[in-house]
């Protein structure tokens, strides 16, 4: 009985423990959570490094597996010859002249019953002989669909593979939800458009038989009727093709023209720096509301945050302001963006037995637009998404790509050190000490210096153009003041000078004197 009641005991005192673990607590302006935590996006649990790379490595065997059927079904395939829309065109043009003269046949042998039963009897034979056919081919051809089926299959597993490992070597990717969406939506878009350009050709194929067949069997009734048609047919074949190719030669011109401008930003640089700017703006305002909650609503002894991810895709948002507004003016289409950012955002204070929680429900800016768009402006959307809205004029200012690095985007952001808003003037992208940095323009350096309290050493170059571009927190110097560069000379070594949290490269791009964002103007290292 001693050894239950010490039982019984030990398991009382364990659910007590628990339950003043559980029970929380009610001291004046204590936070449920702490501030690091305010801002960490809820959605940014992501899979562990050994789980990521346990599935790179099922996927690497699943898609060498499949690459070896793949190839056994290319061998057994070799030698087959399916048939083109031409082909069938050409199988068909027999049959139709056959069933031409069996009309005739019947027509003219109406009262001769024989003659009927002999015409009867080869049609049926021809029609066996036709099904025979059609059913070899279907086993003849079981090889290359085999193949196209494990093409289709070697096509999803390789999208699986392409994007775990782009998370597993982006370690931004890793802890970003929304950033790892975005490159498993492109990674699955580009073999969903080569897939549908598959698709397209195949029933463009099939509609361009279904045509030619049609047109074949008129074409042999009215030959059977006078054959001196064949010389006008021959002409206007002719007529036709010359036509066509003309044609051709001048819709491919257009096309051209016309996707490179759907895919080009059509606002000014300043316009574009400007709505960005807007969007920054309101998103920091959004920050330091959360921020000050505490200080604004000290009335409450308890204070609990559940707060989603701020911040967006700087593309995302040109690419949509282009395709539904054009050559926009940032201040014409303020009232537009404010009710873009009411939608992705919204942040409530709700008191709950004098305990206030903060709650902001956020979400992804490309699902937003995507359903604001119709047909025409989807496709125009895209094109910009793809080409980076073509409008870099300067180079990149290191090897390799920097966009996946950036930790603070041009614009307005709580500054790092002071803390409180503060508009940034240029992009900063974190690389180590002594990283070569390359001039993005050509001209001349104008200035080397030393700010101990803001840029550390920094380097300025200034073309004839009216280009001017910063490059701040270097380590040292490769050039000096008055020397003249060309685009991708070495300029100095990267570092840590200055008001600084951490070695990287920050770099501002001026135009004429005005400032602007040089994530749409500069070019991302060989990325796109």
Known sequence: MSVDNNSKSKLRNRRLIRREDDIVSTKPNQRSTKYAQKFVPQ????????????????????????????????????????????????????????????????????????????????????????????????????????????????????TKLTYHKTVRDNPKLQSNLISRQMQKHRIKKQYAKAARDV?????????????????????????????????????????????????????????????????????????????????????????????????????????????????????????????????FNADDITTNMQELFNEQYQLQFVEQNGRLNINLFSHSLEEIVSSKMNREQIMIYESCMESRGNRQFVGSPISGDWLPRITSYYGYRIHPIRGGKGFHTGLDIPMPTGTDLLAVHDGRVVRTSNDPGGYGLFVVIENSAGTRSLYAHCDSFSVSEGQTINQGDIIAKSGNTGGSTGPHLHIELRQNGVLLNPIYFMDFGGLV
């Open 43 to 158: 959605a940014a649990k992501f899979e562990n490094s050994d789980s990521n790379k346990t599935k790179i490595s099922k996927l690497q065997h699943q898609a060498e597996t499949v690459a070896e059927k793949i190839e056994k079904a290319r061998d057994k395939a070799k030698g087959i010859k399916r048939a083109t829309p031409a082909d069938k065109i050409g199988n068909n043009i027999p049959q139709v002249c056959t069933n031409v003269i069996h009309n005739k046949i019947n027509e003219s042998e109406h009262e001769n019953v024989a003659a009927q039963a002999v015409n009867r009897t080869v049609q049926a034979a021809e029609c066996v002989h036709n099904k025979m056919r059609s059913a070899y081919r279907f086993v003849r051809d079981s090889p290359v669909r085999q193949a196209v089926k494990l093409e289709n299959k070697s096509a999803r597993i390789n």
């Open 199 to 327: 698709k397209r050709g195949i029933r463009s194929g099939s509609k361009s038989g279904v045509v030619a067949a049609k047109s074949a069997k008129k074409l042999v009734a009215v030959i059977a009727k006078n054959p001196k048609v064949w010389l006008v047919i021959a002409v206007l074949f002719m007529l036709f093709f010359l036509v066509s190719s003309c044609m051709s030669s001048l819709v491919f011109l257009i096309g051209g023209i016309n996707n490179e401008f759907s895919g080009t930003y059509l606002a000014d640089e300043n316009n574009i720096t400007a709505a960005s700017v807007l969007y920054t703006e309101w998103e920091t305002d959004l920050n330091l509301r959360i921020e000050n909650a505490e200080t604004e609503h000290a009335e409450y002894h308890e204070y609990r945050y559940n707060i989603g991810y701020i911040g967006h895709d700087p593309f995302v948002l040109m690419a949509y302001l282009t395709a539904v507004y054009g050559d």
